[in-house]
Each structure stands twice: as structure tokens, then as C-alpha cells.
């Protein structure tokens, strides 16, 4: 299945359209169950729609409860099955509730998709009394996940299961201001992912590191100068999920994922030295101003 996507030229080059084979999908995916953390918007929403006619049970968690249950709805009208459970991944408490409502079902889990996740970009001096920015990055993007699946690792051992990790190309590039909180705890669960994938794939876990660039969700609305970059549709990213899925690859990266690797490492200290001089002169510009 391949769908054309409204991209400019330069989003064709970087972001290649790729297809995958919807039989073999609904044949992996036949009485298995998924879920799907962060499925109300964004990446994790498209997921559940391309998933909607593959006779998947799919397992949707996030906040927003009206959301979910408008997507339930929606692809229960076109013959899909659908459980919604609304938590608050960041909260142990919450995760604890939906542990065993997951444990209670018949088979268990076949593939965790972790995609929940929030994003802050702020200066580290606008953070001086934001503490809590670090907190609750980290225990959406890091404690959240770790807690559902140090549960949930016997079962998808069980299973001959999958864990599917929507990380981000920047975990893997030279870190950037203003970043701190993202991009520390997306390294933070990358690390602990790629760490525990020998470990889990020894007892038959399949696991696959999914690295994104921008993705035209919610998530970058904020950010004024990201609207003019080039960035993926979210319903591209859920067709590299589903190919994810169908051959169990353990990492999706951008081609050129691999160009701004190299750079980073050479070009480390003046891409440093570059980003010294540009808040520097914006600090100076902001004090003529003032
Ligand atoms: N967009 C990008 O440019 C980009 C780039 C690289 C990687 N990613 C990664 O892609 C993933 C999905 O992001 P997206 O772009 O689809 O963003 P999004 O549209 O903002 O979706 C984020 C999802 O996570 C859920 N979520 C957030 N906090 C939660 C919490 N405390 N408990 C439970 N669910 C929570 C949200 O639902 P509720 O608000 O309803 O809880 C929503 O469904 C994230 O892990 C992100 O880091 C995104």
C-alpha cells in the first residue's frame, strides 16, 4: 500500500514515501492484540486508523478520553475491535490501574507500540524555576514507559512478542539548546530501549527503534519557525509502523540520519562554538532592545 503525500520537493527527498503489504500485515496481526500509548492525536491516532481493518485488537491509551472514544467509534463503524482505557501515563498510579485490565485480557499483549510522549522547548533560563518541566518529560517519556513494560516484558516473552519504540533522529544527533528537557528524556528511554534489546530479543521480543525528524503533528504547532520546515505526515509514520510491524526490522532511521551523525561527531566543536554565537548575539540583540 502506498499513499501519496502532499510534500513539497524537498520533503519527497528526505522523507521517501514507502509502501508495505496490507495481506501480510492483517496475517501478522490476526488475533493478536496491540497497544498503542499517545493514541488520541498525532502519530499514534494515524497508527490506529491504518490499523483499524487489519482484525487487530487494539488497545488505545492517552488522557483525553472523549477523543478515544470518538476514534473507537470511528473504527468500530468499519468493522475494527477496540478497547479505549484513559490514563495519565506520567502518573505511577495510573499506569498501575491499566496494568492489570491489560493482564486480565485472555491472551495478553503481541505488540506494544510506546509513542506517548511530550515535548518542551524552552531556555535553560526561562527554566530556572521550571522544574517540574524535567519532571514530567522524564516520567512521560522515561518512567512511563519503563513501568508499563517491566510489567509487561513476561507476557510479550510469552507471546513472542514486539515493542516498537518512536524515538527521535535528534536522541542520535549533537544535542541542541533549549532542548534539555525533551531531548535528555528521549536519550534517557532510547538508552534504556537499546539496552534492553539484546536482553529482550534473546527470549524471542522482537524490538524496533523508529527514529522520527519533524512530524506535522500537534506536537511542533508551538514552535512558529518549525511550520516552514520540511516534516512528515503522521499517517507516513504509521505506514513505517506497519512495515515495522510486518518485517520486525530493529531500527527505522532517515536516510540521512546518517550524514547528520557523521557531522555531528566532526563537526562537534564548531557546530558549539556556532550555536555560542548565535545566543550570544540574540542576547545582545534583546538588550538593545529593552
Ligand atoms: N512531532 C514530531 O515532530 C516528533 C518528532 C520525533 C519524535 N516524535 C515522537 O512521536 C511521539 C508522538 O508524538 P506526536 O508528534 O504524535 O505528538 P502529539 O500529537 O502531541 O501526540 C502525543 C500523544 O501522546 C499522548 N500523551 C501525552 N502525554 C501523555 C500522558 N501524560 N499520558 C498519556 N498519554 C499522553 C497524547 O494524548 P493526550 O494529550 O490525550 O494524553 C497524544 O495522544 C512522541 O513520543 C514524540 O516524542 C514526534
Not at 499517545?38 to 485488537?57: M, P, Q, R
Not at 486480565?104 to 518541566?133: C, E, F, M, T, W
Not at 532511521?253 to 562554538?273: K, M
Request: charged share 20%; aromatic share 10%; proline share 6%.
Amino acid at each position: 500500500m502506498f499513499t501519496a503525500y502532499k510534500y513539497s520537493f524537498p520533503e519527497l527527498i528526505l522523507f521517501p514515501p514507502i509502501g508495505f503489504n496490507e495481506e501480510r500485515l492483517r496475517e501478522r496481526l490476526k488475533g493478536k492484540t496491540i497497544l498503542i500509548t499517545g493514541a488520541s492525536f498525532g502519530i499514534g491516532e494515524s497508527l490506529a486508523y491504518k490499523l483499524a481493518n487489519t482484525g487487530v485488537h487494539l488497545i488505545l491509551v492517552a488522557r483525553t478520553a472523549e477523543k478515544l472514544n470518538s476514534i473507537k467509534n470511528k473504527i468500530e463503524k468499519q468493522g475494527g475491535y477496540v478497547s479505549v482505557f484513559p490514563a495519565d501515563l506520567s502518573k505511577p498510579a495510573e499506569v498501575a490501574a491499566l496494568l492489570p485490565i491489560i493482564h486480565q485480557l485472555p491472551g495478553g499483549v503481541d505488540i506494544v507500540v510506546n509513542n506517548a510522549g511530550k515535548s518542551i522547548r524552552r531556555s535553560i533560563n526561562d527554566s530556572l524555576d521550571r522544574q517540574h518541566d524535567f519532571t514530567r518529560t522524564m516520567a512521560i517519556n522515561y518512567f512511563g514507559p519503563v513501568q508499563l513494560l517491566l510489567s509487561l516484558i513476561p507476557v510479550l516473552e510469552k507471546n513472542k512478542g514486539h515493542v516498537i519504540n518512536i524515538s527521535s533522529v535528534s536522541v542520535l544527533l549533537a544535542p541542541a539548546p533549549y532542548w534539555a528537557a525533551y531531548q535528555a528524556s528521549k536519550s534517557a528511554f532510547d538508552n534504556w530501549f537499546r539496552c534492553t534489546s539484546p536482553e529482550l530479543n534473546a527470549t524471542g521480543v522482537s524490538t524496533t527503534s523508529i527514529y522520527l525528524p519533524l512530524v506535522k503533528t500537534r506536537m511542533i504547532a508551538p514552535t512558529a519557525k518549525y511550520q516552514k520546515m520540511p516534516a512528515m505526515n503522521p499517517d507516513h509514520v504509521a505506514a513505517i509502523i506497519c512495515r515495522a510491524i510486518i518485517n520486525k526490522r530493529r531500527k527505522y532511521a532517515p536516510w540521512w540520519l546518517v550524514f547528520g551523525q557523521l557531522a555531528s561527531v566532526i563537526f562537534r566543536y564548531p557546530w558549539e562554538a556556532l550555536n555560542t554565537y548565535w545566543l550570544k548575539k540574540k542576547l545582545m540583540d534583546q538588550k538593545q532592545l529593552s
